[in-house]
Every structure is written in C-alpha cells, then in structure tokens.
C-alpha cells in the first residue's frame, strides 16, 4: 500500500502520460496510456489492493483538479499544460466498469469483490466532485478563471460519468442481468441495479448543486451538464426505469425526477433546444406511461412541460427552426398523456397543462411559412414513411426487436396495400415498455390528425383507431387509457370554437371505435365508456348528438353483454322521448339488438315494439316492423300471432292489397321484410290421424296469406306508376322476401305440376299452376326491372341505386333456383336426356323410359326448320345446325338416305361454316363436334351399303372430301381425319385408313396446312385412331403435340382437343386396371396426357401452384400421394383469377 499511495502521490498531474514516459521512454507519450493504466489495475491480485489504488487515484485526481485552480491564481503552469478530470479517471472506468464481463457460474465467484471495486469507484468519483464543487462556492476569495477551470472540469466529468453509466445500463443492466438470472443469481442481478440507480442518482444531485449554487454566469459552463442531461433522459432513464420495474424492490426514483426537472429548468434556452425533439418526446412519454405513483408521473411531465414549453414561447417568425414532424409528434404525445393521466386527481393541473401545450403546438404546425412546402410529403420523404425513421432513431439501431415490431404496427394499420405487412407484430409478445410506446404512437397520431390543421389527408383518424384496434385487441388492459384521448377528441368534434373541419365523420368513427370490443370487453374501458355515454343520452344534449350515441348502443352491447340492462333502460326512455328524431334512433337501436339476438327478458320490450307501431312518425313505426321480423326469426315470437297482432294494431287486412299499397312507403317496406321470415307449423302428435300419416309440416292460413299478399303487391306495382326509386325499394323487400320460402309454402305442388302438360295456362288452371306461372314471371320481370335501374340515369333521388338494383338480382337469381330445383324435383334430372326421376312419396328412384317434358319438346325446332334457318342466314352458326340434323331432312331416319345425299348436304354447309374466323376455343370446340357428328352420320350410312359396295363408296367419300380442299382449306383434312376416326376397325378399309393418316402426318411438309393449330388438330384425331389399337406411333405423335405446346402456346386448341380425343378412346375401350401389356400402355398414355395438360395449366396461372404441381408428379410416377385428395379439395379457386 505505502508503494501504491507513494506511486500514485509523486504524479499528482497527467498521470497517465508520466506513467508511458518513465516505463517505456516512448517518444509519443498518449498512444499507450490507455493500455498501461489497465495493465496497472489489472496486474494488482488482491481486491484490497485495488481498492486502495482506486481510492488513492481519485484522490489525487481530485486534489489535482483542486490545485489547478490554486496555481492558475498564483500564475504557474504543470508542464505547460492541465489534464481534465474526465482523461485521468476515464481508464480507470474503462478498466473497473466498463469492460464486458462474463456472469456466469466460472465469475460469479468473484462477483462480490469485482462489484464492490466498482461501487468504491463511482461512489469516491461523485463524492470527491461534490467536494470541489462545495469547495469552489464556499471560497469566494478565488479568480473567476480559476473557478471557472475547475467547474469546468467537474461538468466534463459529469458528462463522461453520463455516457459511462449509458454504456453500463445497455452493456451490463440491459443483458446480462439476464444472464444472472438464468443462473439463479438474483441477489447479484439486484447489486448491479442498485450501482446504476446510485450512480444515477448522484450523477443528478451533482448536477443539481452545479447549476442550483453556481449561478455566476462567468463562472458555470453548461454545455457538458446540457449533453449529459440529454443523456439521462434519452438513453438512461427509459432504459433503467424498465429494468428497474422488473424487480419487486421498490426504487424511488421520485428524487431523481425531482433533481433532473430541477437541472431542466436552469439550463439556458439555446441548451434546452437540443432536446426538443421526437426521439425525447416518446421516450419521456414511455417512461411516464410505465409509471404508477401519481408523485413520479407528474415529475416526469413536469420534465417534458420544462423542455417541450420551450416551444411555445418561441417567437412565431422562428417556428420554422422545428422540423414540423416533431412538432407533430411532440404535440400528439404531449396530448396524449394530457388525457390518459387527467382521471387522476393529483395530475389534473400537469395533465391540464399538456394538453393545452400539445393542442398550441399541433395547432401552429400550419403557421411555419414553409408549410406548403412541407405538406406533401408530410409523412414522407425519400420514399419511406417518415414515422419509421423517427420510430428507428428514437429507439436506437442498436434494438432491432422494436424497430420491426413498430414497422409491423404502421404497416399494418396506416399503409393501404392489401398484402401481408413486411413485419408481423403479433408473431412475438410485446414487453410493457414496446406495448406503452404503441399506444402512446396511436393516440398521439390521433390527437395530431384531429387537431393539427395542416393537410393530413394522408392519415384520417379511421385509419388510426384501426392501428389503435389492433393494439388493444392483443393487449386489451390498455383499453381503459385509450378512453380519455377518444373522450378528449368526442369533445374537440363537438366544441364550435375548435374549428375543426370533419366534425361528422370522425364523430362517427370516434363512437363506433368507442363501442367497438377493443374497448368496451375491458371492464374498467367499458365503466369509463359508460360513464361518459350514459351521460350523452339524458335530455339536453343535442339532438344531433345524442341520436348518434344512442346507434352505438347495440354494438356496445354486442361488445360487452353485460352492458344489457343499462342500455335497456336508456331505450326505454328514448322510446317516448318527444323528439322524433331520438324516437326513431332508438327503436333502430332496438331493431338491431333483435337482430344479434342480444335481447332478454323480451315481454316487457314486446310492448314498446307494439306501442312504436302507431307512432306517427312513419320512420319509428319502421324500425318497430324491422325489431318484430328479427325477433320472429330468433324464435322469440311467432309468426302467426305475430300477424295477427299486425293487422290489429295497423288496422288493415293483408288481404286488402290496395289498402295496404296506401301505406307510408317506410312502414309498407318494414311489413314486407316482415312477411318473409314465416316457418311451416309442425302438427302435433295428438292432433294426427289415427291411419298413422306422416308428420308432414303445414303450412298455416297466415302464413299462404303472407304469401299471396307478396304476389299481389307485386302485380299492383306493375300497374301503378311511382317514383323509380320508392318502387325499386318495395320490389327489393318483395323479391328479398320471397327467396325466403320454399315450393311448399309459395303454393307449390308437385303432383299437380307433374300432371301439367306444360302448355295449357288458362283460366281455369289449377291454382297451383298459375301460382308457378306468376312466379316464373316475377323472376323475369324483375330481371328487366333490375336492368332498367342500371341503366337510369335518374339517381337525383337516391344514390343507391345501383346496390338496389344489385340486390334486387341477387334476390331474383335465388328466386329462379328455387323453381329450376322445383322443376327438377317433380320432372327429374332427365330434362335434356334420358335419366330416372325421383318419386318424393316413395322415396326411391323410378327407371324414366325416354319421357321427357312436352314444354321442352314443343320449342325445339324440327329439322325443315334448321334448314330454313340455314338457307335464309347461311353463317357459321346456322351451318353448325345444320350438320347436327344432317339425315333428318326428308326421312325419319338418317340411315335409310344414300351416303351421297348425306355427303353432298354437308358439301352444301361446310364453306359456310368456316366463314367466321375460329378465334373463341368454345365455338371452335362447337365446329369440330358439328364434323366430327356429320361424318359419323356418313359412316352410318355406309356401313347399311352392301359388302361388295362398302370398298368402293369410302374411296368416292375420301375423294369428295378432299376435294373440299379447294374452297375450305385445311379443315376439309380436318374432316377427312374425322371421318377416319368414325371408322372401326374393318380390314377392308384398313389401306384407305392408313392413306389418310399418312397424307395428314405428311402434310407439314407438303404445305397443306396454314396454320399449325390445324395440323395439330388433325394429328391428335389421327393418334386417336391409332390409340385403339396400341399404335407405338402414338408415343411420337404425342411427342409431337407436346412440342407444339412449347414453341406456340397460343394456338393451342388443337392439340388440347387432339388430347382429349385421345384420352376418350383409350378410356372408353375397356377397363384400364389391370395388368395385360395393353392395359398398362393405355393406362401410363392417359397418365402422359393428363400430365401434360396439368403443367400447361399451371403455366398459364399467375403463380405456380403448388398442389397442380403435386398432381402433375403423381401423375408422372403413377401413385398418389396421401394426401393428395385433401390438398385438391382445399385448392383456392381464386387461382383461377386471370387464367
């Protein structure tokens, strides 16, 4: 010791140089002081040792800086030069403190002694300043300069001391307290956050004294203590109160709040600039947000009031000195906590003020003479959203966890891209601090969008509370702080003297987020919603107003269901209030409570619904009419005493159309929503017959008198004239109506329909028939009177008009299923076919032989008439008619005409139906067909011609056809490859068979195709034919198509009919299991093909998917994956969007 204590008193100057020159005679006496003064403290084995080094180097450093003020007075120098505090005890800091350690099991060992060198450290460095410091204000006989030297030095050291405990809390506190407690070493964990709240707090009170008992301005220099300030509440504050709130110890941090609003308030204003910005703004609001005594949170807005007031009481021609972004942050942040903290007594005046500063400073952000300038890209600037940058720079690089989380937040809720965000916020769970700093980000981009005049159309408050929804609907115990910032704005909206703008619109979305479930399933965010709703539904508030809160009431109720009974009472009161206007929101209110089934204990509601029915206000009497139909549909009530009721209290009969069509066109549309919510009556037990019949539900007279009542309002429109849109309203409740029935109860009867012909509709028709007559002609009437309203130009009267005509086809498009299902039912699935029908009453199939509609029958042309038709407008159409009744014309039976007849009809069409350009896949697919069907037709023909004849009439067909060369063109090869393939296998015309296939198969380079589509088509007819009997040729004409896809993707019909072709005859040969030589060529060639197919499927989507590609392997190897069903039922359809 009595070396150390001499070593350490023989350089009471410049230690660190003296120590390089002596040891080593460097000429360059700085570059290894660092290195040698760890070495020195490093190389002492015993902590005693140590100890006694660091106490004697503080103290001569300290005594040092004392005596530089003593021979500054006297007029000698040390060297030609001083040393400041901060370079002679900085190694020491770097060597004791601040070099990274390990705490795991190996060094926690020698924790203890390590941790109690750095206390000695830090606590002798703050005590030994705080003596100078005393030292220099209590002698008042020294030289200005030479208490401004040492001042000077003790504020350089403040500084460094500040950035020092910055580095520990982030190297140290922040990660490997982490790791002390993984190891079980919590009481270690806890020394290392008592030095950091220490150091702290004595780094603040040595602050305090400077700036409190200096106060000579020639004196104190605050540059340093303004950085080191800036330091504390940017970097150490927010950082050590989160590790801090970790711990179940209690740390009073209310006097170092204290002492730092104190340094605050005397630093000068140039020093307090430095401050005012984004970054400190969300930091200090963090912190405060994350506090619980009241004492502590006002301290910290005391803080934020001293440096952020600054602003406002800047001259208006220096504003532009601001960047309007933080003023914009700074303004919602100051707002924000304003309203979050004014619940509590003990913050009212701070929270008073904030909100007063925040309003003043979001409100001049459109004084700056640059505003215009800065408007556009407001949010903006070089592509990115400027509230990232600020978010990355107030929450360091070094903390990349929440900068993506933050991305993930704005991304999520402010960008209008539908596609997936680039970061994800609920993938991980966000620590008190991120989750503090979300809604602190979310309420004050509220304030800002509300408050602030600048042009913020980029952000509108819907798109916040969407942000803000997101947040609580993952942390909903933040609700309750969320509530007064909405309350706050509520009262910004309906205070005249603000001047805001969109009053309306964010009135509206400020109580519908107010009602929302993000709110309202919290407990206390429900009182506090409630308390403040409540008291806007009592008589005196505007109308305006209070009509509006009174609509939010079902949805708060959807929110929160035990809300149930103080909402009942508030609509109760509502109900016969005696403005119009709350009568008629309320009993709405009403309707849609009925309508989420919220309602309980509905017998005493049944009497407010009754007594609204008479309201003389129409609207009232509407809605009562609406509560009623979701009330039936809910089963709460009954449809027939339902109408029974109606027609009582209404005091009309439903079945006097005419009175009825005299009502208020709103009430008229509330009853016709009401008719279509009827149900069929089931028969009781006792009341069935004792021949055991079937409980088959009945359909009550009320019910068939809703019915009938629909029709007939529907007929009486058709004769009366009204206003466009009044009539497209009531048809849309009739046809809405309507959709809601079955056959049974529209009046329909399947045995009766199944006796009708089909044709007879006159006056004497069964009921039941003209019933399905009038109902088939509603659906039509309403499809043209959908048309007409899209194509009205008169939408003065309503702007809906197009989703009135919308619905009015949605609701005709059901109606018309529901009868074409009917017709199926009674007819059966044969309409077009022969098939079997169902018999309902038997329950089973019954064999159909050949019966098909007569109504069907009747409207299909004859053959004479096809050829008329033709011969009129010879076009592609009418000519592909005419082939598919070629051998129809003049005899019942095609093959009874000559083959030459049948050939020269066909030679007649075959120009004209080429004479469109084959562009649509369907109509070419539509002409290929009407070919291949007329050369089936001339081989059935022939095949009735005598043996000795057959050889001699296909070599005179062949000829023919080829001679339709010269005025069609390459499709006459198209039907001489069809009439091939209508051929079976007779040995006799095997030689004419192989002819036309050689002529096709050469024809690429003979030139007798002009386009390749065509070829391709032929070829795949040919492989066809050939596929029937195993041709190992079929392998290379496939190769062939295959390589056409490849080189001319689209003119591609050919070759995907040609597939088609080819699959057709190769399945329909025979059974494809098994394992014959035959079997399995077939089987692997239709395997080939459906894998071709596929893969050009899946080029032809967007996007390559996945389970095509899954099916196309499979189809390759031969074996299904297992779970290949399930990822083809699970496909999404939508891929198909653009194909």
């Not at 940017?234 to 002492?259: E, K, M, V």
């Amino acid at each position: 010791r009595a070396c150390l204590k001499g070593f350490a008193s023989i350089c009471p100057y410049d230690y660190n140089v003296i120590i390089c020159y002596v040891s080593t005679g460097l000429e360059n006496k700085s570059e290894k002081s660092f290195v040698k003064t760890c070495e020195i403290c490093e190389s002492l084995k015993h902590s005693n040792s140590r100890k006694f080094w660091i106490r004697a180097r503080v103290h001569h450093a300290l005594n040092f800086v004392t005596r530089q003020g003593v021979l500054a007075k006297s007029g000698d120098e040390i060297l030609g030069q001083s040393s400041s505090l901060k370079e002679v005890l900085g190694p020491l800091f770097q060597s004791c403190i601040l070099q990274p350690t390990r705490y795991d099991n190996q060094h926690l060992s020698s924790f203890d002694s390590r941790h109690s060198e750095k206390e000695l450290l830090v606590r002798e460095t703050l005590w030994g300043c705080s003596n100078v410091i005393h030292n220099v204000n209590g002698t008042g006989n020294e030289p200005i300069d030479s208490q401004k030297d040492v001042v000077s030095c003790i504020a350089s050291m403040i500084q460094y001391l500040s950035a020092a405990l910055s580095t520990y809390i982030r190297q140290v506190v922040c990660v490997y307290c982490a790791q002390l407690i993984r190891n079980k070493a919590e009481e270690e964990a806890l020394k290392v956050l008592e030095l950091s709240y220490e150091w702290l707090r004595g780094v603040c009170r040595l602050t305090q004294t400077i700036l409190t008992k200096i106060i000579d301005p020639q004196i104190i220099t605050t540059n340093p203590l303004a950085e080191g300030i800036d330091a504390i509440v940017t970097t150490i504050l927010p950082q050590l109160s989160s590790s801090l709130s970790s711990y179940p110890i209690d740390f009073d941090l209310a006097g170092i709040y204290s002492s730092l609003l104190s340094c605050i308030t005397s630093l000068k204003r140039h020093e307090k600039l430095m401050m005012v910005n984004g970054t400190v703004a969300i930091r200090l609001g963090t912190l405060a947000l994350n506090l619980q005594d009241n004492t502590e949170i006002v301290l910290v807005c005391g803080v934020m009031l001293s440096i952020f007031g600054l602003i406002d009481t800047t001259l208006c021609d220096t504003i532009e000195d601001f960047e309007a972004e933080d003023l914009f942050m700074i303004g919602g942040i100051l707002c924000s906590l304003g309203c979050v903290f004014s619940p509590r007594p003990m913050c009212a005046e701070t929270s008073s003020r904030m909100k007063l500063l925040g309003a003043s400073l979001l409100r001049r952000i459109g004084m700056s003479p640059h505003d215009e300038e800065r408007n556009d890209d407001f949010f903006s600037h070089g592509g990115k959203p400027h509230l990232l940058n600020m978010i990355a720079a107030s929450l360091r690089k070094n903390d990349f966890s929440r900068v993506e989380g933050f991305a993930g937040i704005i991304l999520s809720s402010i960008c209008n891209e539908q596609s997936v965000p680039m970061f994800d916020w609920e993938r991980r769970e966000l620590s008190l601090a991120d989750q503090s700093t979300g809604l602190l980000l979310g309420l004050s981009l509220l304030h800002g969008c509300v408050t602030s005049k600048s042009n913020t159309n980029a952000l509108q408050p819907r798109q916040v509370y969407s942000f803000i929804g997101s947040l609580l609907n993952l942390y909903p115990r933040m609700a309750s702080r969320t509530v007064p910032s909405i309350i706050h704005v509520l009262r910004t909206c309906m205070d005249p003297s603000a001047g805001y703008d969109c009053i309306e619109s964010t009135l509206l979305v400020s109580l519908e987020f107010l009602a929302s479930e993000s709110i309202i399933s919290d407990p206390h965010g429900a009182h506090l919603v409630w308390k403040y709703v409540s008291s806007l539904t009592n008589d005196g508030v505007p109308t305006a107003v209070r009509s509006s809160v009174i609509r939010i009431l079902a949805k708060m109720c959807g929110s929160n269901k035990k809300l149930f009974r103080r909402i009942r009472d508030v609509i109760g009161r509502s109900m016969v209030s005696r403005d119009p206007f709350i009568r008629i929101a309320a009993t709405a209110t009403l309707a849609d409570l009925a309508k989420f089934d919220l309602l309980r204990d509905v017998e005493e509601i049944i009497g407010w619904v009754q007594s609204r029915l008479q309201d003389e206000e129409p609207a009232v009497a509407h809605f009562a009419l609406v509560a009623l139909k979701y009330l039936v549909v809910n089963e709460e009530l009954e449809f027939d005493l339902v109408i029974r009721v109606l027609e009582k209290r209404l005091g009309v009969d439903l079945c006097d159309t005419p009175t009825i069509m005299k009502l208020d066109s709103l009430i008229l549309e509330g009853l016709l929503m009401l008719l279509g919510t009827g149900r069929l009556e089931e028969i009781d037990g006792e009341s069935e017959s004792e021949e055991g019949t079937d409980n088959v539900p009945i359909v009550s007279p009320e019910l068939s008198k809703a019915v009938s009542l629909l029709l007939d309002c529907h007929h009486y429109l058709q004769n009366v004239d009204k206003d466009i849109y009044s009539n497209a309203v009531i048809r849309r409740r009739i046809y809405a109506s309507l959709t809601e029935y079955t056959p049974q109860i529209l009046g329909l009867d399947p045995d009766i329909m199944r006796d009708w012909d089909g044709l007879n509709d006159s006056k004497d028709t069964l009921p039941e028939i003209t019933r399905f007559l009038a109902l088939k002609s509603i659906s039509v009437h309403g499809l043209d009177f959908a048309a007409q309203l899209l194509k009205s130009h008169d939408v003065g009267t309503c702007s809906n008009t197009k989703d009135v005509a919308k619905d009015i086809l949605h609701s005709v498009s059901k109606l018309f299923r529901t009868l074409l299902l009917f017709e199926d039912e009674v007819h059966g699935s044969f309409l077009f076919r022969g098939s079997s029908i169902r018999n309902p009453k038997a329950g089973h199939s019954m064999k159909n032989e050949g019966r098909v509609s007569k109504a069907v029958i009747s409207q299909l042309p004859d053959a004479a008439d096809v050829k008329k038709v033709f011969e009129e407008d010879p076009q592609s159409v009418s000519a592909i008619a005419f082939l598919y009744v070629t051998g129809s014309i003049g005899s019942n039976s095609s093959t009874s005409q000559p083959t030459s007849e049948l050939v020269l009809q066909i030679s007649e069409c075959f120009y004209d139906l080429l004479n469109e350009p084959l562009v649509d896949p369907a109509f070419q697919a539509v002409q290929t067909c009407s070919m291949m069907y007329s050369m089936d037709v001339v081989w059935a023909s022939m095949e009735q011609a005598e043996e000795s004849t057959k050889h001699t009439l296909f070599n005179q067909v062949v000829s023919d056809v080829e001679g339709w060369a010269s005025n069609s063109g390459e499709y006459a090869y198209v039907a001489l490859a069809a009439l091939a393939l209508a051929v079976d296998d007779d040995p006799q015309l095997w030689s004419f068979i192989t002819k036309i296939q050689n002529t096709i198969l050469g024809g690429s380079d003979n030139y007798l195709f002009a386009s390749e589509d065509a070829m391709v088509l032929c070829v795949g007819m040919v492989a066809a034919k050939l596929s029937r009997t195993a041709d190992a040729r079929v392998s290379d004409l496939i190769d062939f198509i295959q390589l056409s896809l490849s080189d001319n993707s689209k003119a591609c019909f050919g070759a995907f009919f040609g597939m088609g072709l080819m699959v057709k005859n190769l399945a329909s040969r025979s059974e494809l299991s098994g394992s014959n030589p035959s079997k399995v060529w077939r089987r692997r060639t239709i395997q080939r093909l459906l894998g071709i197919f596929m893969t050009e499927f899946d080029a032809c989507l967007s996007e390559s998917n996945s389970t095509v590609r899954e099916l196309v392997d499979c189809l390759k190897m031969g074996e299904s994956s297992d779970d290949l069903l399930c990822m083809c039922e699970e496909i999404d359809l939508s891929i198909l969007v653009g194909v």
